[in-house]
């Protein structure tokens, strides 16, 4: 089964207290900013006098219809969404059920804020997942199930995570194989940096990753001469790069760079054909 990458730690180390986690997690996940997630966000300023003294976020989550948006904290859970007024849950147990062979998920069970009672529970997994309007993929699936029936689904993480930290080999464009003996990577930063080679040359620049899209900026590069294939397939590379608009990633882990003109690029984190 392909693994994806986890914005929450607690899915892979069921031994750490959440205490442990608010120290550990430096990289707490952030849902991308942009006008396009401004209707899923609903609610989110109304709660955000909650967050001062929760902590370190662990983990934001979203959904569609309805629209909601909730973010785990060490010991709290904050709802929010479209026509809801904010809740805090507090965490009463967290359970990580997994095997070597299965994808780790994370059991939350809650309670709102003023109960002495379970109301509600959250289930948090390795698993991926597509926002049902943008298509933008995201590393973990959720579920909140509340006690009086009402459940939500949605996704969870940082869809960045998908495209740092990983050298990409682009064996194909626009549905046509990148030759063998030509080699075409990208790489992405955290700063929004995306650099590597066309084929010829080195090339870099920068992206943006919007709620809904991928964009590059304009890229700078080398100025070599080589042979007549790597500068086809330089030049049809970086006409695609102009085209970007998007990404999603396939059930074996490959990147899919979507075009305007509806075709791909696609990449590989290994160099292996």
Known sequence: MQKYPLSLIALYRPALTLAA????????SATPEGSESTTADAGAAASESYAEDAGVALLKMRGNEPFWNATLYPDQLHLAGLNREPQRFV???HNVVGSAEQEPVSHYTLMAEGSAEVTATLQAEAKLCRDSMSGMPYPNTVTFSAHDGEQLHGCAGNPE????????????VAGEP???????TIEFSDTGAVYGSSGCNRYSGAYELTG???????????RMACAGTQMQIEDRVHKSFAEIIGFDIDEQGALQLLLQSGGTLEAVREAVR
Not at 21 to 28: E, P, Q, R
Not at 161 to 172: H, M, P, R, T
Not at 178 to 184: E, G, H, L, M, R
Not at 212 to 222: D, I, K, P, R, V
């Open 21 to 28: 986690l608010a120290t550990m997690v430096a990289c707490s």
């Open 91 to 93: 965490i009463a147990e």
């Open 161 to 172: 995570d998908f495209l740092i930290g990983s050298e990409w080999q682009i064996v194909a």
């Open 178 to 184: 990148v030759p063998a003996d030509v080699t075409v």
């Open 212 to 222: 809904e899209n991928l964009l590059f900026g304009q890229l700078a590069s080398t």
